[in-house]
């Protein structure tokens, strides 16, 4: 099989026992950086040396099939640098050439930079999404950010430290500067912060210069005021462009804070009239 192992995203005592048992009896390891593999390894106090087979970026869709045929006549066990590989790192296209071979897939869970992120930042945990890095170039993060104006959940986001000043100032002119914004640095490790702010006050902040891993996490857009007159119509073009009528009145019942189960009824009392 498959199997997904989480490593620590900074703090060693984060290893889970699983994880390390898993290590102490792999044979193939597929790594994100073999180099960064092997001092976890030693760090872990893990005397196996597994066959490591690098898997990054530029070669996943090479290695996926391998991988994928080794797994299914041994396990192997796939890592990221930090963290649960497939999200936001190698490891998406070995699970899905794995699930269309009938290749069993496991996970060892475990660290996780934007649950912990989540979990400190003071702003709403109910619902989130998690939208990993913004664009590198300039116009195409404003124009991720603008379509994400008016998405209701937190949303969490990965940048560099290089970029995050002028992320942040993007934030402001795209959510506007009443959003609540926590920026998370080096989590788990020694120099942690956590800090709040509008946009504007962070990138000022961020300005200054910043080191380290970074996890944004941005409050979502207030509810929009709207008639259940204008909401049904919303869901009724929704539904005529093709989306299923329950998964409409969710969305709408999202953007607009009312009741998903109203306008789902409301929808069925008009087909009927």
């Not at 005397?47 to 080794?70: C, F, G, T, Y």
């Not at 800090?195 to 000022?204: D, I, K, P, Q």
């Not at 998964?247 to 189960?261: F, I, K, Q, W, Y």
């Amino acid at each position: 099989m498959i199997i997904l192992a989480a490593t620590p995203i900074g703090n060693l005592g984060d290893a889970s026992r699983r994880l390390i048992e898993v290590l102490e009896n792999a044979e193939v390891v597929a790594a994100e950086d073999t180099r960064t593999t092997q001092r976890l390894l030693q760090a872990l106090q893990i005397d196996n040396r597994p066959r490591l087979i690098a898997l990054h970026d530029h070669n996943e869709k090479q290695k996926a099939s391998e991988l994928v045929a080794l797994a299914a006549e041994q396990d192997v066990v796939v890592v990221s640098d930090a963290g649960m590989p497939a999200v936001s790192d190698p490891g998406y296209g070995v699970v899905a050439a794995a699930a269309e071979a009938g290749v069993t897939v496991t996970a060892i869970p475990g660290p996780s930079a934007v649950l912990m992120a989540l979990a400190i930042s003071g702003l709403p945990t109910d619902r989130f999404t998690f939208e990993g890095f913004l664009p590198r170039k300039p116009g195409e993060r404003r124009s991720s950010l603008t379509a994400l104006a008016a998405e209701p959940r937190t949303m969490v986001f990965f940048e560099s430290p290089s970029r995050l000043a002028a992320s942040l100032a993007d934030m402001g002119v795209a959510f506007g500067d009443d959003r609540r914004i926590a920026v998370c640095r080096e989590l788990t490790k020694l120099y942690e912060e956590v800090r709040r702010g509008t946009a504007s006050e962070l990138a000022a902040w961020a300005e200054q210069g910043v080191k380290g891993e970074i996890v944004v996490v941005v409050e979502g857009a207030a509810p929009v005021a709207v008639s259940a007159e204008d909401a049904a119509a919303q869901v009724q073009a929704l539904v005529a462009s093709g989306m299923r009528l329950k998964d409409a009145c969710a969305e709408v019942a999202a953007a607009t804070g009312l009741s998903s189960r109203d306008l789902y009824q409301q929808a069925l009392a008009a087909k009927k009239a």
